[in-house]
């Protein structure tokens, strides 16, 4: 079978300049890269330097300005809002905010990407503390979010991300918080979702990355590109 | 209803649950809207139908012996005149006028065997003998024993045996029903003198027809009225009510406005809570959906629960401030038939009118959020 990919094809991307009103700030040169499955592939650079906002374009929650992502081969950046809707469903994201729901227990924050999927309350349930438990987070689950440690909240939204086994994985500084044992735990994880087939990209600018994620390819994101790291 | 849109039900219900302040402050406002508008048009309708319906139960024709001085009295033998017109078939002598009683004025009415029959009164009433009465919900009986004082063209003194009970029709609210001769002694009347004539017709919409021939069978002048003229005068002054109380939809119209304002700044700013739904696989219908179920569930119960109030407060045993407000009455107003033919329409109308524009508004705040990229929303969301 086949490994799916996520493809970006001289992608560019900027923010709208709001003062002017002429062209959009550029944050992304031309970017070509594929990101196959059952990979994990680590993005590294600088703070600011366009991270997130390539991870945002990966997941589908921003369009590029030029060129496209395809997914699988299907050019998903051009579809219509509600395609790609409809597409993000098997897009896992892991903030580097955690974007938490604070009223909602941990068990729900977790649950929310399952719910407009197919099933009950009881399988939500049972998949959301399998995953919790997993990252040893279960004895939690009825606690509001609120109220938790930052390192917690991280977990917790990594669980959110990682809960209904979605094709494409991208995960924002996802052990910023962590000790060591959580953040091998939680690249561990990534590690059995990549064997399954998925496709991860990791954002990270910690050096030691290594320490907690066996990584199989390496992009350095300088300038508004991409290179292969040396 | 598959288990997964039950679970996305529970879900919405969840999600009202996390703001009870401002779920049920909507839900107040809409309970109090939809009573007050259901409640005045539940009354004004009520009347009317109740109204009409006494009417259908009364005479074709009602013929009044008139003089420059005012009403006069017939005579018994003017029955005969009547009857001799084509197309009557019947005339019966009516005994009634007002008269005053310490507190108020009242309907005085003679009653015998064949009237209690004739007006369809409850069996567990029965015809008043000399010297009793039997009296309206809205009598007011000063004398602690239970007599009535009656000021008429005489005093009377009579004792209140029975009362009509508090589920009878509007018309005997402030009636006092006599025997035929203590009737007559209060009001004047020789034995052989009634205060007017009830025709029946054979045709009832050819009545006003009947009317030249009628005036021209009495040697005397009289005032003449049909089921539709009186009909006509209880529709107006309802209407004039009526009137008043369409009042009441400038305000509720404006209050309306601003629920639906509020509902939909409270979903603007949700705007980050959307857009990381939608970034975690939430379809804009999914959005849609969840708001839309959210809407239903604060509006359904709400609106529901008022029309129950407007219900409560035009039928139930707490009407007398309704009656008090808007009609004037003094005392515990009579017991209001439902009618459902007339109520259901107010039902739908009032639960239409309220629900229509509200979901509306929330349709058309959620689309523009449901239609929007995640980030977009994660961005202008703060």
């Given at each position: 079978m086949l490994a799916i990919s996520l493809e970006c094809r001289q992608m560019a991307f900027g923010y709208p300049n709001l003062r002017s009103r002429g062209a959009a700030v550029p944050i992304l040169g031309e970017i070509d890269a594929v990101f196959p499955g059952r990979r994990i592939t680590l993005v590294s650079g600088r703070s600011g330097v366009g991270k997130s906002t390539l991870l945002h374009l990966l997941a589908g929650l921003l369009r590029p300005t030029q060129g496209e992502i395809r997914a699988d081969g299907q050019p998903v950046s051009r579809w219509l809002t509600a395609h790609r809707d409809r597409w993000r469903r098997q897009v896992g994201i892991l903030f580097q905010q955690d974007h938490l729901i604070g009223h909602l227990t941990v068990l729900e924050n977790v649950i929310l990407p399952l719910i407009p999927r197919s099933g009950d309350l009881r399988q939500w349930r049972t998949q959301g503390m399998e995953m919790l438990a997993r990252l040893k987070l279960d004895e939690l689950a009825g606690q509001p979010a609120a109220f938790l440690s930052g390192g917690q909240r991280q977990r917790v939204a990594a669980a959110r991300a990682l809960v209904g086994a979605p094709d494409y994985i991208v995960a924002d500084e996802p052990v910023a918080h962590?000790?060591?044992?959580?953040?091998?735990?939680?690249?561990?994880?990534?590690?059995?979702?990549?064997?399954?087939?998925?496709?991860?990209v990791v954002a990270a600018h910690d050096r030691h990355v290594d320490e907690w994620l066996a990584v199989d390819g390496h992009l350095h994101l300088e300038h508004g590109t991409l290179h292969p790291a040396s | 209803?598959?288990?997964?849109?039950?679970?996305?039900?529970?879900?919405?219900?969840?999600?009202?649950?996390?703001?009870?302040?401002?779920?049920?402050?909507?839900?107040?406002a809409l309970v109090l809207l939809t009573a007050l508008l259901a409640g005045g048009l539940l009354l004004s309708q009520a009347l009317t139908a109740t109204t009409a319906r006494l009417l259908d139960q009364g005479p074709d024709l009602v013929v009044r012996r008139v003089s420059p001085v005012g009403w006069q009295p017939v005579q018994v033998q003017d029955a005969a005149l009547a009857l001799a017109v084509p197309g009557i078939t019947a005339a019966r002598l009516r005994i009634w006028g007002t008269v005053k009683t310490p507190d108020q004025t009242v309907t005085v009415v003679a009653a015998d065997d064949a009237a209690m029959r004739r007006m369809a009164l409850p069996q567990t009433l029965h015809p008043?003998?000399?010297?009793?009465?039997?009296a309206g919900q809205g009598v007011i009986l000063s004398e602690t024993d239970g007599r009535l004082a009656l000021q008429g063209a005489t005093a009377l003194m009579t004792r209140v045996a029975q009362r009509f009970p508090s589920?009878?029709?509007?018309?005997?609210?402030?009636?006092?029903?006599l025997h035929p001769r203590d009737a007559r002694t209060l009001l004047g009347l020789?034995?052989?003198?009634?205060?007017?004539?009830?025709?029946?017709?054979?045709?009832?919409?050819?009545?006003?027809?009947?009317?030249?021939?009628?005036?021209?069978?009495?040697?005397?002048?009289?005032?003449?009225?049909?089921?539709?003229?009186?009909?006509?005068?209880?529709?107006?002054?309802f209407g004039r009510r009526g009137g008043l109380g369409s009042l009441l939809y400038l305000p509720a119209a404006l209050a309306l406005v601003l629920l639906a304002a509020a509902v939909i700044r409270q979903q603007m700013g949700d705007r980050a809570r959307m857009g990381l739904l939608k970034a975690l696989g939430w379809t804009g219908?999914?959005?849609?959906?969840?708001?839309m179920a959210k809407a239903l569930l604060v509006s359904l119960p709400a609106v529901a629960a008022g029309l129950v109030t407007a219900y409560g407060l035009v039928y139930g045993p707490t009407q007398s401030w309704v009656g008090r407000l808007?009609?004037?009455?003094?005392?515990?107003?009579?017991r209001l038939q439902l009618d459902a033919g007339y109520a259901a329409p107010i039902f739908l109308e009032v639960g239409g009118m309220l629900l229509v524009p509200f979901l509306a508004a929330v349709l058309a705040a959620s689309l523009g959020l449901a239609s929007s990229d995640p980030q977009d929303l994660l961005n202008r969301g703060g």
């Open positions: 962590q000790d060591r044992e959580n953040a091998r735990g939680l690249g561990g994880l990534l590690r059995q979702a990549a064997d399954r087939g998925a496709v991860v | 209803m598959t288990s997964n849109g039950l679970a996305r039900i529970l879900w919405a219900a969840r999600e009202l649950r996390a703001h009870p302040g401002s779920t049920l402050a909507v839900m107040a008043p003998a000399p010297g009793e009465a039997i589920n009878s029709d509007l018309a005997t609210y402030d009636v006092v029903m020789a034995p052989v003198q009634a205060s007017d004539l009830a025709l029946s017709v054979f045709h009832p919409e050819e009545a006003a027809a009947l009317m030249p021939d009628l005036i021209r069978a009495f040697p005397w002048p009289v005032h003449i009225s049909t089921r539709l003229d009186t009909r006509k005068a209880y529709a107006a002054a219908r999914d959005i849609l959906a969840l708001q808007l009609l004037g009455w003094q005392t515990t107003p009579p």
